[in-house]
């Protein structure tokens, strides 16, 4: 009687098993909180991807209906990226209506304040609060199609004291405008002179710039899309690699 070979058993079943369970992770992640991590290029580099999009929550919850980056998510994310050791740069995706000032600034200030590489990308648009965030990494970049709009801060509500909330008003739009000349090659004056142009939007003050109109004014670095913007990370990353074995 012929006997029937044995079938194989896979060798690389677990290897196969983890495969799955790291991507089945990723996508949740993806899912949650659209966060990422890069790890597959050539470079053999591990790139923590975040991206920012719709509108940006804040202390109080959006409407169920909107797409919305909560700040709560983010800002315990940063701190865990720059306490990885094993995460050598941030690349930030942003496609923003803007939001909640205070938040924004929050987020914008994590970014800034990392002691790693970052590179942000404004795909669709980077209006409002999302202009900080934007300019807060170490290197930007901005689609040609992509749009920013900068006006100033609104507030929505009843004024009990008029000249007391104007006064308010007026600190929290320094600090905006300060952060956002202090991390870009556009002055505090000139981004003033955009925030109250009265000839570009019909129905409010401010200005609307095209990708590369925005890197004109020096708000953002470079045009260029996600090539771009990871080998340029790239680039900051070998760089800094480089500097710490000179000073070892």
């Keep these: 009687m012929e006997k029937k070979p044995k079938s194989e058993k896979p060798v690389d079943s677990q290897e196969k098993k983890d495969e799955l369970d790291n991507q089945n992770s990723q996508n949740q992640q993806i899912r949650e909180m659209g966060q990422v991590l890069l790890s597959e290029n050539q470079e053999d580099i591990r790139v923590e991807l975040l991206t920012i999009i719709g509108e940006v ?5 959006a409407p169920s209906h909107s797409k919305t980056t909560k700040y709560e998510h983010v800002l315990p994310k940063l701190a865990m990226i720059e306490d990885d050791q094993s995460i050598e740069g941030l690349l930030i995706l942003l496609n923003t209506v803007g939001g909640d000032v205070e938040a924004g600034l929050a987020i914008a200030e994590m970014i800034a304040s990392l002691s790693k590489p970052t590179v942000s990308l404004v795909l669709g648009g980077g209006h409002s609060i999302g202009v900080p965030m934007a300019v807060s990494a170490d ?6 199609s992509a749009t920013m709009v900068i006006h100033p801060v609104r507030s929505s509500g009843m004024f009990i004291g008029v000249a007391q909330t104007y006064r308010n008003m007026e600190k929290i739009q320094d600090r905006i ?6 991390h870009s090659g556009i002055s505090k004056e000139r981004l003033e002179e ?3 142009d009265t000839t570009q939007l019909v129905k409010d003050v401010g200005t609307m710039l095209e990708g590369e109109e925005a890197v004109k004014e020096g708000l953002i670095d470079e045009v260029g899309g996600i090539n771009s913007a990871l080998q340029k990370l790239y680039s900051m990353i070998h760089t800094k690699k480089k500097k710490r074995k000179e000073n070892l």
């Design 139 to 144: 290197y930007s970049f901005v689609v040609p």
């Design 57 to 61: 929550e804040g202390h109080e919850s």
């Design 177 to 182: 405008t300060g952060f956002i000349s202090r």
């Design 194 to 196: 955009l925030m109250l």
